[in-house]
Nanobody, 123 residues
Framework: QVQLVESGGGSVQAGGSLRLSCTAS?????MGWFRQAPGKEREGVAA????????YYGDSVKGRFTISQDRAKNTVYLQMNSLTPEDTATYHC???????????????????WGQGTQVTVSS
């Protein structure tokens, strides 16, 4: 079993930036970031294959968000720039532990989830 701990959420004005962190208790092959706003479906934001560094992004965040990692710390980051009110949501990181996730931005392919961190963007 893998435990995930997120941090870095908060409130920011539109156009601002935030960086989220997610630390895993052990090795993970794939790490993903998802978000869910009230009344909306969960949305895949970004994912990374930790062994290769390959990254994947949802269309709504391409060019604004960057996922990265510190393998020595089992930590992934989500740098969020040019934030808009539409980015307001609870952000969760997820993993399938040692199993590679093929559908990188599909939440049902992930097994373990962090508790979530709130991001609020005001206009």
């Amino acid at each position: 079993q893998v435990q995930l701990v997120e941090s870095g959420g908060g409130s920011v004005q539109a156009g601002g930036s935030l960086r989220l962190s997610c630390t895993a208790s052990g090795y993970t092959a794939t790490m993903g970031w998802f978000r869910q706003a009230p009344g909306k479906e969960r949305e895949g934001v970004a994912a990374i294959y930790t062994a290769t560094g390959a990254t994947y992004y949802g269309d709504s965040v391409k060019g604004r968000f960057t996922i990265s990692q510190d393998r020595a710390k089992n930590t992934v980051y989500l740098q969020m720039n040019s934030l808009t009110p539409e980015d307001t949501a609870t952000y969760h990181c997820a993993t399938a532990a040692q199993r590679w996730v093929r559908r990188h931005l599909t939440s049902s392919d992930y097994t373990y989830w962090g508790q979530g961190t709130q991001v609020t963007v005001s206009s």
